[in-house]
């Protein structure tokens, strides 16, 4: 193999020595048309249906897919990394029919797929998002007319759940109708998405306004938008509410788009939305109580961005368990609060609040990285279970559908 691409070469080679101070031009195989190749001191740059991907040569050596460094069975890679020369640069190169082929010092060769290149790259990743989302307000969720799934579809076939995670990727929020009113359903119902995480409140809990435990929560107070437990350092990732009983008035259920406030944010002051995207802030939960003792800590900025795509990924807003701020000095203090109300008011425009009734039967699972959630105050016996679960496990079953996330 090795020989038969030396050969290939030759030609080429011999014009393009010395490597290290001149650039090599390679054309594209017939093949791969829109393909060319440049080769530079530490990296290379092919040219792929008009793109140009910059490619690191350590990157290329680190992720070759050949049997000897990458287990295909496993998906884990054979190679140790730290034996590659930081120096290294490819002896031989070539485009052979849609894959860049590299054949290395020692003689090993690495042959990659251009789409797969293209696929992997960081111009590939920078141009794409993670997770697509719609970000929305009342009125576009309302026209959206997202169906909810129902309990016995759900429970029992795999296109009713990959509809619901479709719904849930996209929107932050799904619900299934239908449930019975019971904790064992509503756990059944959760353990069909994901992994329940436990947490200082149990794997499931279940609770009425009688100030059981020291959180608002508790009571039939109104709670402004929020996102919970932000006191962690990873925020549980989806919040399950079945409401099972409820004889009295109010109580409805309040959602809002946080991305889509952040965005909002994003459009009108790029400096504030900095500021909240690199501020660490603390949140904390301090419970003292005869039966429970708790201090949790949770550091991090309001809005969480992934460097490459500035995609918001999570938010992180709790004004009643925010800390005390400590992080920044006194004038960039100033300047946060200024962007924290800036946010604030964008959460708080009615038009992007979003009321629902619980009632017995529905559950909602609400991505508690994205969508805000709050409550009327109410009157009367109100028994709402539900739970967390973790985020990796409902990303995974997603995937697991063949969807973005
Ligand atoms: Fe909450």
Redesign the pocket.
Known sequence: MLGALQRSLRPALSRARPWRRELQVTRACAATPAAALRLHDDHLVVHHEGTPIRLNYVWLRDHCRSASSYNSKTNQRNLDTVSIDLDIRPDCTALEDGHLVLAWPGGHVSKYSLSWLAQNSYEGKKKSSVQPRILWNSDIYQNANVPSAKWETFMSCDDELKKFLHNYLLYGIAFVDDVPATVEATEAVCQRVSLIRETTYGRMWCFTSDFSRGDT?YSQLA?DR???TSYLQEPCGI?VFHCLKHEGTGGKTLLVDGFHAAEKLRQQSRENFELLAHVPIRHEYIENSDNHRNHMNGIGPVLDVYPWNNEVYLIRY?NYDRSVINTVPHDVVQRWYVAYRELTTELRRPENELWVKLTPGKVIFIDNWRVM??RESFTGLRQLCGCYLTRDDVLSAARGFDLQA
């Open positions: 929560a709670l929020h996102t919970d919040q709790n959630h709050g």
